[in-house]
């Protein structure tokens, strides 16, 4: 079987490796064996293979990806609840491998009829948008929140989740090209201006607001952005950064966290499933499935590359301006 393998971090194009590795053997008793289908590409796997992600770099070599979607081809003894056949959600870290043996309880269903490129996406974006919308400050209908890399997969569905729930959001985009997708995804204000004048960008807030206070604001990229957020928000307001886009560390000048009593805090999907609880992690990923085998709850995808082909891919998830995801397929997956 094929497997992405890093031996060495750096540019993604250029250091991940394909290599064939030995088939898993049979599962052992509580495990099941997951043929992979779709391959998500997220800016957190892009960090990993760069040495860029997380507290510390992981032992070398190591096989990433930490999302996919994939179909049970065998079970080991003492597993209930799941088929040969059935697709599944590995809630693993190193998904980017043909097939892969883990604990049953590492293999969460999905629907049987569920779009298997949406599936692929289901475990990273829509849970962070649920847990940064629900879980970090109480909003009410009619309550403010601000984001920037609005336009981004966790970004678009944030915005569709809030207003489901009829919270308005002010999103920030980097370029104009953007702003109509972000609107027609259902975002209450959208804006391209202003984006590294902290002043200037209070000013447009209050504008686009009608002076409403800002309660809670969703920080992807770090750096000087989070200063602009921490400007237009609300006295007592929220700031939560969940990805450092600019590679960069987050900026805040002092007076908005003692003065203003701003909180800045920082999000990672892997604390929420501890800290959330066993119950609110199932709901939330049955609510999402839902709603990506109704329709409702999609992700663009800009481009689906063979998993032979996985350097390209790596290039093409790694540039700017997309329109969409990129996403790899193992010869497994039929379309």
Known sequence: MKAIVIEGFGDPAATIQLKELPDPPAPAPGEVTVEMLVLNINPSDLLQIQGLYGVSKPPLPFIPGGEAVGRIAAIGDGVSGLAVGDIVSPMILN????????????????PADIDLLQASMIKG???????????????QPGDWLMQNAANSAVGTFLVKLAAERGINTLNIVRRDSAV??????????????ALDDARAFRKTARELT???PIKLALDAIGGGATAVLANALADGGTIVNYG???????RIDAQHLIFRKVTLK????????TDAGRERVAATYASVARGMAA???TTPVAEVIPFEEAKRAMAAAGEGGRT?????????YSG
């Open 266 to 273: 920082g999000f990672w999907l892997i604390h929420w499933f």
């Open 210 to 212: 009608g002076g409403a």
């Open 180 to 193: 109509e997708g972000v609107r027609e995804a259902g975002g209450t204000a959208v804006t391209a201006d």
């Open 125 to 139: 974006n829509p849970a962070t948008a649920e847990a940064l919308l629900m879980d970090q400050v109480k909003l």
């Open 95 to 110: 998904c980017w491998v043909e097939r892969v043996n883990i604990k049953a309880h590492l293999a969460m269903k999905l």
């Open 295 to 297: 329709g409702t709850l």
């Open 324 to 332: 969409g995801k990129v996403l790899m397929v193992t010869k497994a």
């Open 244 to 250: 450092l886009l600019s590679g960069e560390q987050c």
